[in-house]
């Protein structure tokens, strides 16, 4: 078997490319992807941290929204600056949409970037619950359920996973049924010293994916202060946003591919396309898995629109 896979890079002619073009990608054997860049900078993936769709040809739509971990692309990041609001909301997506635009995966994604750059941090002072001996009488189920929390969000993994199992035994999972097995897996996994050797590693990214589930936890409890925080720090990331960062890469496992994607203000945007043994493919294999994979892309973001201006209208419903 030969030492590598030379990956075909085949730039996909739909939308607005970023800057730094995708030039080249090698898939080698030791699951490490090397992507080379048009602005002569080169990043190394290892496949065993991507994201792997394994259901691209039939979709699981059991789940309100598709989600893919994509990073917000250049042109969202500008349209974002130029359109800033300061509207204060009763609740964190409102307040974030009132900014960002878009749908529930800008929303989430959003969130995840601002986690995973350490702009967002859970343990701000604002974020800490004032030390009180107060009782409500009578006393009510959200005073029971976050009586032991010391911040608003649950960062304690013990207090988290109570919470967690809570909502699912009570069926309030809410928007947690949304996000992949892997970051509820990884969740309930890692116990607080595993978590905090992430952060001494810098492995924020896995840190975030904890992070987020602990933000959808928390978010029927917090205060107008700690709404207006969270998405004030995740605004500051986006502005913050380099023209540099490289795009996601989700690994399409049908398709033996790999996608670099961003987000758009439509959702999901597909960059480029990587075969691996393209040799082994005719041209015409090429173009047909390509518009596949393009055609997935636009009908998840149609699905998403529409469950989220779906969503959109139950709630100004009950305003």
Not at 20 to 28: L, S
Request: aromatic share 12%; charged share 25%; glycine share 4%.
């Amino acid at each position: 078997m030969k030492r590598f896979w030379i990956l075909f890079v085949l730039a996909f002619t739909g939308g607005t490319i970023l800057k730094a073009q995708v030039e080249e990608m090698k898939w080698e054997l030791d699951y490490e992807v090397f992507l080379s860049m048009s602005n002569d900078s080169t990043y190394t993936y290892d496949i065993r941290t991507l994201f792997h769709v394994t259901d691209a040809r039939d979709l699981d739509y059991s789940s309100e929204f598709v989600f893919y971990p994509v990073n917000p692309g250049e042109d969202f990041a500008q349209s974002l600056k130029r359109s800033e609001n300061s509207i204060d909301h009763k609740t964190l997506w409102s307040a974030l949409h009132a900014n960002l635009g878009g749908g529930w995966v800008h929303f989430t994604n959003c969130l995840a970037y601002a986690l995973e750059t350490r702009t967002l941090n859970l343990k701000e002072p604002i974020m800490k619950r004032p030390e009180t001996n107060w009782k409500p009488n009578p006393v009510t189920e959200s005073w029971k359920r976050t009586r032991k929390w010391e911040y608003y969000i649950p960062v304690s993994q013990k207090l988290a996973r109570k919470e967690y199992s809570l909502r699912l035994k009570n069926d309030e999972l809410g928007d947690l049924k949304n996000l992949p097995e892997e970051y509820i897996g990884l969740f309930l996994s890692t116990s607080d010293r595993a978590y905090q050797n992430m952060l001494g590693e810098s492995n924020y990214r896995d840190a975030a994916k904890i992070d987020l589930v602990r933000i959808m936890l928390g978010t029927n409890y917090l205060g107008k202060e700690q709404i207006n925080y969270i998405s004030n720090a995740v605004i500051n990331a986006i502005n913050s946003y380099s023209s540099s960062k490289l795009p996601s890469v989700i690994i399409f496992d049908e398709f033996s591919a790999a996608a670099a994607m961003s987000l758009d203000e439509n959702g999901y945007r597909l960059e480029s396309v990587a075969f691996s043994r393209a040799e082994d493919l005719s041209p015409e294999e090429v173009e047909t898995r390509k518009k596949e994979i393009g055609d997935i892309i636009m009908t998840i973001n149609q699905y998403n629109q529409q469950a989220f201006e779906k969503r959109l209208g139950k709630y100004y419903e009950t305003e």
